[in-house]
């Protein structure tokens, strides 16, 4: 689904952050990415999400070649790209509701067709009670579960999560890895780049280690 | 079913949860409408857009004076004959008055007699004026047919002819003065129109960037949920043509509030000194059918320019921020 052979990636004419990177993430997959701060854990991932091109190396998306997708090819390829990001990026004058509908909406989508489906998953997140709420009232913790529901709400082909259970509680953080682990049994390829060991551990999963630039693999 | 019932079918399934009861709401627009910028603007469309309408009804009503002077003026043609030594004026008169009268196009030709010609100089030489006993001019007002025009060099030449102190004016220098004058002023009218138009382009542009600039976060919030750059576009681009019809209306609603008062205002001082030099000038104060109606298109056309302008401005911005991320967004 997603190749990497021998990419590297340097911001500017500064040094090389990634360096001769290769994997390859199959359909279906779970993934954890950790590594020490700096080590280019969210470069990675940007390379993933396609909102950086690598300076060297061959990156394969979907069957396409990165260099090859256009800006306007971007938008459809993204759509099946679920991410969560560490700062959340929820927008502040829309609901809960309405951020984690975002996505369905930017498509096109009527609102009646996708109600029933969002609202469901806002409960599961834990956040039936805090639909109609602005983030600014929202905790961390619910920023966090908000930006997750948004990232699964298409079910998308990968889900990429840069520290997914960085501001919630052990047993929430426990019910979204199980949520994340049902995303990926229903067909959803799954990395989360995290540095909580206990959150690793809690899963059989091959585990990425990037240090330096470099990557290692444990499957 | 979509992918999501599924999904959450499953996890339902699997997990022992569930949910239901969903409550419509109206959604909030992903561009947000109200703040400070936008309120700004909507008031700086208003005032253009009044000053545009304004600028318009002040030369629909200078036209229409123009032409219907114009009309007057060109409705009429004098001869006047200058008196001489042996000249005998009343049978000179009489021949230019039937010689003007034989040509076609001509409705009527009248002597001015000898009391209206006094009355006439009544201004500069008082009262009491045996007119006879003064070398005063004499002049025929020949009636042309507004349909036809008559042939006035012909005219000209065999008035000249029969009687040589004879001399017609078709008042052609007046009709082409007013022609110039009315000319000009709508050509200042509509340069004033567009360069109102153009400020109101220039600042829907700037207030554009500085709005797409604010809602960078929103923008690219967007791109991360897989928005396609025409969808960001009509988002901003309803954002602005809402502010720009709000403000379009309120302008035209202004504008056609001071017509209506000058109307009334011209309407209740009739026959005072004031009004009546105000109407000389300006007619009756009353822009008409038309120019109600141009208020009108000039509402339509600032909130269409509105939107057109934000939306080409959000797709230049956003062909800008790919440029200026040649990596990625």
């Known amino acids: 689904m997603i190749r990497f052979e021998n990419v590297g990636h340097r911001y500017g004419m500064g040094p090389e952050i990634l360096r001769d990177v290769s994997f390859s993430l199959p359909e279906r997959s779970f993934q954890f990415l950790s590594g020490p701060s700096g080590a280019g854990k969210t470069t990675l991932l940007r390379l993933l999400f396609m909102s950086l091109k690598p300076t060297r190396g061959l990156i394969t998306i979907f069957g396409k070649d990165r260099s090859k997708i256009t800006r306007a090819e971007l938008p459809l390829m993204r759509r099946n790209i679920g991410v969560v990001f560490q700062d959340f990026r929820l927008l502040d004058h829309l609901t809960t509701y309405e951020n984690v509908a975002l996505p369905l909406r930017v498509r096109g989508r009527e609102e009646a067709s996708y109600r029933a489906d969002v609202i469901e998953l806002l409960k599961w997140v834990g956040l039936g009670e805090r639909m109609h709420v602005l983030p600014p009232i929202l905790s961390g913790g619910e920023k966090q579960r908000a930006a997750i529901a948004r990232a699964l709400i298409e079910q998308p082909r990968i889900l990429l999560a840069d520290e997914p259970t960085g501001n919630v509680d052990p047993q929430l953080a426990r019910r979204l890895l199980r949520l994340l682990i049902e995303l990926n049994r229903l067909g959803t390829a799954v990395m989360i780049a995290t540095h909580d060991l206990g959150l690793m551990d809690q899963v059989d999963a091959r585990r990425m280690v990037l240090s330096a630039g470099r990557l290692e693999i444990y499957d | ?329």
């Open chain 2, 1 to 329: 079913m979509t992918d999501t019932s599924r999904l959450l079918r499953n996890l339902g399934a699997r997990l022992g949860s569930g949910a239901r009861g969903a409550t419509a709401r109206k959604q909030m627009p992903i561009v947000p409408s109200d703040n400070v910028a936008g309120r700004a603007m909507v008031l700086v469309i208003a005032i253009m857009t009044f000053l545009s309408c304004l600028t318009l009804g002040a030369v629909t009503l200078v036209r229409d004076t123009a032409a219907t002077w114009q009309t007057q003026i060109s409705r009429e043609a004098t001869i006047q004959i200058k008196p001489e030594d042996g000249l005998d004026m009343a049978e000179a008169l009489a021949t230019a008055r039937d010689i003007a009268s034989g040509f076609t196009g001509v409705s009527g030709a009248n002597i001015v007699d000898a009391q209206a010609t006094a009355r006439l100089l009544e201004p500069w030489l008082g009262t009491g004026l045996d007119i006879e006993s003064l070398p005063v001019p004499r002049l025929v007002i020949v009636t042309l047919d507004p349909a036809s025009r008559p042939d006035f060099t012909a005219m000209r030449a065999a008035l000249q002819e029969a009687v040589p102190s004879a001399t017609l004016d078709d008042h052609r220098t007046w009709v082409d003065r007013l022609v110039a004058m009315a000319r000009t002023t709508v050509t200042i009218g509509v340069t004033v129109l567009g360069l109102m138009l153009s400020a109101t382009a220039l600042t829907v542009i700037f207030a554009t960037r500085g709005a797409m600039s604010g809602n960078g976060h929103i923008i690219e919030v967007l791109h991360f949920v897989g928005a396609e750059a025409s969808f960001i576009a009509s988002q901003f681009r309803r954002h602005f043509l809402l502010a720009g019809m709000k403000g379009a209306a309120a302008g035209g609603l202004g504008a056609i509030i001071v017509f209506i008062g000058f109307y009334w205002w011209s309407s209740r001082n009739m026959a005072t000194p004031e009004a009546d030099q105000a109407t000389a000038l300006f007619g009756n104060f009353a822009i008409g059918p038309s120019g109600y109606l141009g208020v009108g298109v000039v509402v339509v056309l600032i909130a269409a320019l509105t939107a057109a302008t934000s939306h080409f401005t959000v797709l230049s911005y956003l062909k800008k921020v790919d440029a200026s991320h040649p990596d990625g967004i």
